[in-house]
Structure formats: structure tokens, C-alpha cells
């Protein structure tokens, strides 16, 4: 019998690695993990046990993905998340693109969409309410 794969890291490419790790580190509030290359182009964050995002420099143009494709956090309030956004001037919205508005799920869930500096879509819920 096989083993079933387990998530170990997500990886980005970027255009601006300081812009983009402040966004993350700052506005997301993940916790920066040492990177092993040492070349200022590596920018590692803990997204959970075991789990990684890696942030690489040198993208030469950002990111045209559908919201449909995105990485998706969970946080405990979704209320405080917002005032953050809201403070570091990030728009968010939902699935339908209604700026400022929060979708609530059948299973009673809230998320909004907002994009990373290179125009990746984050989804925020609050599943980790529960």
C-alpha cells in the first residue's frame, strides 16, 4: 500500500521579495522561518506545523490568476483580520467580487478574497473560530 503525499510547502513567485515578505510577515502576521540559501532571493513563513510558504524573487510581471485559484488561511476572527487589512489599505471582497463584503458559507463559515502584492488571491475565513 502507497503513502498519501502530505502537504509540505507552497511556493511563490514574486517580483519584489522585501514587499512581499512584509505583506506576509506584516499584514498576515506569519512568523518568518530561517531560509538554508542565504541569496536574498528566499524568504521562508510557518503556515501551520510542518508547513511552509516560500516567497522566491524574480518574477518579472505579476500574477493574472482566477480567484478560484488561491491559498487559503483561517484565522479566529475574521472581525480583527479586516480592521488589519483595512488599516494597511488592502481591499477585500467576495467569491462575486462585491468589494468590502463578507460571504457567509451554508456551513456558517465567513471568508473574503484580497490579493497579495503580486496578485495572488488569499481567501481569510474564520473556520478556526470553532
Avoid at 536574498?40 to 508547513?51: D, Q, S, Y
Avoid at 480567484?67 to 488589519?84: D, G, P, V
Avoid at 456551513?107 to 490579493?115: A, C, K, S, V
Wanted: aromatic share 10%; with cysteine; glycine share 8%.
Amino acid at each position: 500500500m502507497s503513502q498519501q503525499p502530505v502537504l509540505d510547502h507552497i511556493a511563490i513567485y514574486v517580483t519584489d521579495l522585501k514587499k512581499s515578505s512584509a505583506f506576509y510577515r506584516d499584514v498576515l502576521g506569519l512568523d518568518s522561518l530561517p531560509e538554508p540559501f542565504h541569496d536574498g532571493k528566499h524568504a521562508w513563513f510557518a503556515i501551520g506545523p510542518g508547513k511552509q510558504l516560500h516567497i522566491i524573487e524574480g518574477a518579472t510581471s505579476r500574477a493574472d490568476q482566477p480567484k478560484r485559484n488561491h491559498t487559503c488561511f483561517r484565522i479566529a476572527s475574521l472581525q480583527e483580520f479586516i480592521i488589519r487589512l483595512t488599516k494597511a489599505g488592502i481591499a477585500y471582497e467576495d467569491l462575486q467580487g462585491t468589494p468590502g463584503a463578507i460571504k457567509l458559507r451554508p456551513d456558517g463559515i465567513q471568508q473574503i478574497y484580497f490579493r497579495d502584492p503580486d496578485g495572488y488571491w488569499i481567501e481569510m475565513n474564520d473556520a478556526g473560530k470553532q
